[in-house]
């Protein structure tokens, strides 16, 4: 029925018909073909007939290429914006022209992601991700059976302007840019909004080369006049300076000239009458004219503007069933309204349901010039929105499928909204904070878009309210600059009772935003203002969380007492409020904190527990596989770091199949570093550059952590094969990549690594200015190993010269940045000064051994780490005869 509607009704747009058929065979064209609105003014966008379009050149493209996939999103659907809905279109989409191929791997993950939908302790992020790298693996199975061909799939989406701040909740994989092809090469895309992309958007940045666009105009006069010829019931016969009357008021905008089509096709009003209304107030006056249609069709379009989201027939019975409206509403004849609704301009019936469709512009416009007439105190239609809560709770109760599910209540939210603002807000508050916690961020966002309606008639208070809960959710999304920006507006638009109320969220998120940018000091004085907020107002769920965040803060700045006492306490508050899953997890980060004082049977056993009890929460499906793998990975670094090389590749290994088998990516990439790092301490250097090289590869886009820390052994590598220069290559693409990411501390480190490279190729100037620079981030961030590492290194350069004192000097430096990070490493330099001291001339130990005993004394260390001052004694004493 659609396809005949569109090759009876479709007029005009040969430019951008000829475009599409072009793009659609040239195999050198940019991937996506996005369609927008030329005219400029805000209030004409839309009504250009862009969804008409993208339904005739879906139909031209299975004319033209055969056996190519089709695939249609609407973004005006709750549902069609997620992720995992579009995915499933596009496996759908693949099998009906691909029978015999099986997307095993994807529709197994989608099966376990469906059956643990409903539950709140299973990380949905980490499912996306297996689903994603699932399809894309089947995908590839798929692409290498298809003879080469340059496009077998073609995914249009529409409505894109709902979506276009924040596309990526389209994607299945946080980490990839809209639209997703899944990697799949014989993919077209065809996207069609009211705006021109926004190229300094975070997902189109330097994508200009994907992309080809294309601005749709309103008609000319001659297609409005074909359109009319077209659409018209009788012959009707324009003198030339009516059309040119009725183009100058319409500004050829199809959704216009279909209404007065549809104006002159009921006898409401004659042409001549139609461009009498001056240009001013024609929009109006004709949109107006729709009170004048027939009962009930004239009250069927009010409630379809006013319903919104959805209409069909049996949600119309309900309306006047469970309001008054009957007494204003003529008997409604289901098939003659099957019959008539169509035929009007502004309506379509839905192509996968039973649903009426209105044209979104026309809804505006429904809304702005009729509904006011009909309707000036809002009762009729406050009385129609509790009947369509009434309707979808209802419905809701049946519901098992998810993203219906969340359709229905993004639904409920809007007329709550509408009837009653507080109330309203209440429920988007329940719902948006539920979704939020389950990281349905797509969901989240439609809720969040459907409350942003209605801020014109919110007070301050519950605007501030909808930013903050804006600033959460693009925190989320991992767009911190975002959200702090909010945060900054917040501070200074809220009054002093609103942010002392939300001070304590406030920081929280705050501190969340910096520590994504591993602003850890900032992230740690922000904790410390919201631990005492929470201890205050005795909220043990978010202090535990508070308490876990500052213990990592502590551990990444080297702090490790300070850690333990963090997880400590925060482990204990988990534990009596009985949350395992959170127990378990403090428990293998304890490990970590252990492994790195050099208490490894401490770092095994309780790495072990906690192992222990993600296998039982996964058995209970209460937990992650991956929490598993990640306890493995744990127990892998301890024996790693004791050089039980043999106990520390089981481990990994083990870890690794379950990142394996359940598409882990992030988890696979770290896998590939470590296997690395196994076959270096072996002295298999060539084996080990290819596990570091397949960690690159496979960590581009997943992992920006791995991917850096591969370049930076790969780097280390070509070190140890004293091939200098290749190896700085590596050491700069790390840093340089550290620096996009913010990640600060492997910054430093692959600067001191370069610093270290430079010395040894002999350039000592270059190799000053990189310590620097890596001295300045480590002491601005507190990273007391990295300072270390740098004293040290800078010691070594003095002492292969027979700059003993100096030396000396940056050793004491290098033992007290130890001393902060761990015992481990302070004894690790210590012995190294010990043997050092020992092999220079005799005549200037006294000297030294006395300078660094003063400086030991005067930073008060003498105390906490007596053993530099003992062992220089020691050794004063024995060279005396």
């Known amino acids: 029925?659609?396809?005949?509607?569109?090759?009876?009704?479709?007029?005009?747009?040969?430019?951008?018909?000829?475009?599409?058929?072009?793009?659609?065979?040239?195999?050198?064209?940019?991937?996506?073909?996005?369609?927008?609105?030329?005219?400029?003014?805000?209030?004409?966008?839309?009504?250009?007939?862009?969804?008409?379009?993208?339904?005739?050149?879906?139909?031209?493209?299975?004319?033209?290429?055969?056996?190519?996939?089709?695939?249609?999103?609407?973004?005006?659907?709750?549902?069609?914006?997620?992720?995992?809905?579009?995915?499933?279109?596009?496996?759908?989409?693949?099998?009906?022209?691909?029978?015999?191929?099986?997307?095993?791997?994807?529709?197994?993950?989608?099966?376990?992601?469906?059956?643990?939908?409903k539950t709140g302790n299973v990380d949905r992020a980490e499912l996306r991700l297996r689903l994603s790298t699932a399809l894309t693996n089947d995908l590839q199975k798929l692409d290498e059976s298809l003879q080469k061909t340059n496009k077998h799939l073609l995914v249009f989406f529409d409505t894109f302007e709902l979506v276009e701040q924040n596309p990526t909740i389209a994607v299945l994989d946080a980490n990839q840019t809209f639209p997703d092809n899944?990697?799949?090469?014989?993919?077209?895309?065809?996207?069609?909004?009211?705006?021109?992309?926004?190229w300094r958007h975070t997902n189109w940045q330097g994508r200009q080369y994907e992309i080809r666009s294309v601005a749709i105009s309103p008609f000319n006069q001659e297609e409005m006049i074909q359109y009319i010829n077209?659409?018209?019931l009788w012959p009707l016969e324009m003198r030339p300076a009516q059309v040119r009357s009725l183009y100058e008021r319409t500004?050829?905008?199809?959704?216009?000239?279909?209404?007065?089509?549809?104006?002159?096709?009921?006898?409401?009003?004659k042409l001549d009458q139609l461009i009498s209304f001056p240009k001013i107030d024609f929009e109006s006056r004709l949109v107006t004219l729709v009170n004048n249609l027939e009962n009930p069709i004239n009250w069927i379009i009010l409630f379809m503007a006013h319903a919104y989201h959805r209409f069909n027939l049996t949600l119309m019975d309900w309306i006047l069933h469970e309001s008054d409206l009957k007494k204003q509403v003529r008997d409604v004849q289901h098939q003659e309204l099957l019959g008539t609704l169509p035929t009007l301009s502004f309506v379509r019936r839905s192509g996968s349901s039973d649903d009426f469709v209105l044209h979104d512009e026309m809804r505006r416009l429904v809304i702005l010039h009729c509904w006011d007439i009909q309707d000036p105190d809002q009762r009729v239609r406050q009385d129609v929105s509790r009947s369509i809560i009434r309707y979808c709770v209802n419905e809701l109760a049946g519901v098992q499928d998810e993203q219906i599910r969340q359709s229905y209540i993004v639904e409920i939210l809007y007329h709550k909204l509408f009837v009653n603002l507080d109330e309203g807000l209440q429920y988007f508050?329940?719902?948006?904070?539920?979704?939020?916690?389950?990281?349905?961020?797509?969901?989240?966002?439609?809720?969040?878009?459907?409350?942003?309606?209605?801020?014109?008639?919110?007070?301050?208070?519950?605007?501030?309210?909808?930013?903050?809960?804006?600033?959460?959710?693009?925190?989320?999304?991992?767009?911190?600059?975002?959200?702090?920006?909010?945060?900054?507006?917040?501070?200074?638009?809220?009054?002093?009772?609103?942010?002392e109320i939300h001070q304590a969220d406030i920081l929280f998120e705050k501190g969340n935003c910096y520590q994504q940018q591993s602003k850890l000091s900032q992230a740690s004085d922000i904790y410390q203002q919201c631990l005492d907020?929470?201890?205050?107002?005795?909220?043990?769920?978010?202090?535990?969380?508070?308490?876990?965040?500052?213990?990592?803060?502590?551990?990444?700045?080297?702090?490790?007492?300070?850690?333990?006492?963090?997880?400590?306490?925060?482990?204990?508050?988990?534990?009596?409020?009985?949350?395992?899953?959170?127990y378990a997890d403090m428990l293998n980060v304890m490990g970590n904190v252990y492994r790195l004082q050099g208490k490894i049977e401490e770092a095994i056993r309780r790495c072990k527990v906690g192992w222990r009890i993600r296998r039982e929460l996964f058995q209970q499906r209460q937990g992650s596989e991956v929490a598993i793998g990640l306890s493995l990975a744990t127990l892998g670094v301890i024996y790693l770091n004791i050089n039980d090389l043999v106990s520390a590749e089981n481990f990994f290994r083990e870890a690794y199949e379950i990142?394996?088998?359940?598409?882990?990516?992030?988890?696979?990439?770290?896998?590939?570093?470590?296997?690395?790092?196994?076959?270096?301490?072996?002295?298999?250097?060539?084996?080990?550059?290819?596990?570091?090289?397949?960690?690159?590869?496979?960590?581009?886009?997943?992992?920006?952590?791995?991917?850096?820390?591969?370049?930076?052994?790969?780097?280390?590598?070509?070190?140890?094969?004293?091939?200098?220069?290749?190896?700085?290559?590596?050491?700069?693409q790390a840093i340089h990549l550290a620096q996009q990411t913010y990640d600060y501390y492997q910054e430093a480190e692959s600067l001191v690594d370069l610093a270290d490279t430079l010395e040894r190729l002999?350039?000592?100037?270059?190799?000053?200015?990189?310590?620097?620079?890596?001295?300045?981030?480590?002491?601005?961030?507190?990273?007391?190993?990295?300072?270390?590492?740098?004293?040290?290194?800078?010691?070594?350069?003095?002492?292969?010269?027979?700059?003993?004192?100096?030396?000396?000097?940056?050793?004491?430096?290098?033992?007290h940045y130890m001393a902060l990070y761990n015992t481990v490493q302070y004894n690790k330099v210590l012995r190294k000064v010990v043997d050092l001291l020992v092999n220079i001339p005799m005549r200037i130990i006294p000297e030294i051994i006395d300078s660094l005993v003063s400086y030991w004394t005067a930073h008060g260390l003498d105390k906490d780490y007596p053993e530099l001052i003992s062992a220089c004694e020691e050794v004063q004493g024995l060279l005396v005869l």
């Open 762 to 815: 002999g350039d000592h100037e270059s190799s000053q200015q990189a310590l620097e620079e890596a001295e300045e981030i480590a002491t601005k961030y507190k990273y007391n190993y990295l300072l270390g590492l740098a004293e040290e290194f800078q010691g070594d350069i003095k002492y292969n010269v027979g700059k003993y004192r100096a030396a000396f000097e940056y050793y004491g430096k290098a033992c």
């Open 659 to 732: 990142y394996r088998r359940t598409g882990y990516k992030k988890g696979l990439a770290a896998m590939y570093n470590r296997f690395g790092q196994i076959d270096m301490a072996k002295g298999n250097l060539s084996q080990a550059k290819q596990w570091f090289e397949k960690a690159y590869h496979d960590s581009i886009g997943i992992n920006a952590e791995a991917q850096i820390n591969s370049l930076n052994k790969q780097g280390w590598v070509l070190v140890l094969q004293n091939q200098y220069h290749e190896a700085i290559v590596f050491f700069k």
């Open 230 to 232: 077209t659409k018209s």
């Open 429 to 499: 508050q329940q719902q948006f904070r539920s979704a939020i916690d389950r990281w349905q961020s797509a969901f989240a966002r439609s809720l969040l878009l459907e409350a942003q309606r209605f801020t014109f008639r919110m007070s301050l208070e519950q605007r501030l309210d909808i930013k903050l809960a804006e600033a959460i959710l693009l925190r989320k999304e991992e767009n911190a600059d975002a959200a702090l920006d909010i945060y900054v507006e917040l501070q200074s638009e809220a009054d002093r009772h609103w942010f």
């Open 1 to 117: 029925m659609l396809d005949r509607q569109i090759a009876q009704g479709f007029i005009g747009r040969q430019r951008e018909i000829e475009t599409f058929k072009q793009w659609l065979v040239d195999a050198d064209a940019p991937w996506i073909l996005y369609f927008y609105d030329a005219l400029e003014e805000q209030e004409k966008k839309g009504g250009v007939g862009k969804t008409w379009l993208l339904r005739k050149v879906a139909a031209l493209a299975k004319e033209q290429i055969e056996n190519i996939g089709i695939v249609t999103v609407d973004f005006f659907n709750v549902a069609d914006r997620d992720g995992i809905t579009i995915a499933e279109r596009v496996v759908l989409g693949l099998k009906e022209v691909n029978p015999n191929w099986v997307p095993t791997s994807f529709e197994e993950i989608l099966e376990e992601y469906h059956s643990i939908s």
């Open 182 to 198: 899944y990697h799949f090469k014989n993919m077209g895309v065809v996207i069609a909004g009211r705006n021109a992309l926004d």
């Open 251 to 269: 500004d050829g905008r199809p959704i216009l000239v279909g209404l007065v089509i549809d104006i002159l096709n009921h006898r409401i009003l």
């Open 533 to 582: 907020l929470v201890k205050a107002q005795n909220d043990q769920e978010r202090y535990a969380e508070l308490l876990g965040l500052l213990g990592f803060i502590k551990r990444s700045e080297g702090q490790l007492d300070e850690a333990l006492r963090y997880y400590e306490e925060s482990m204990a508050t988990h534990k009596l409020l009985g949350n395992q899953q959170n």
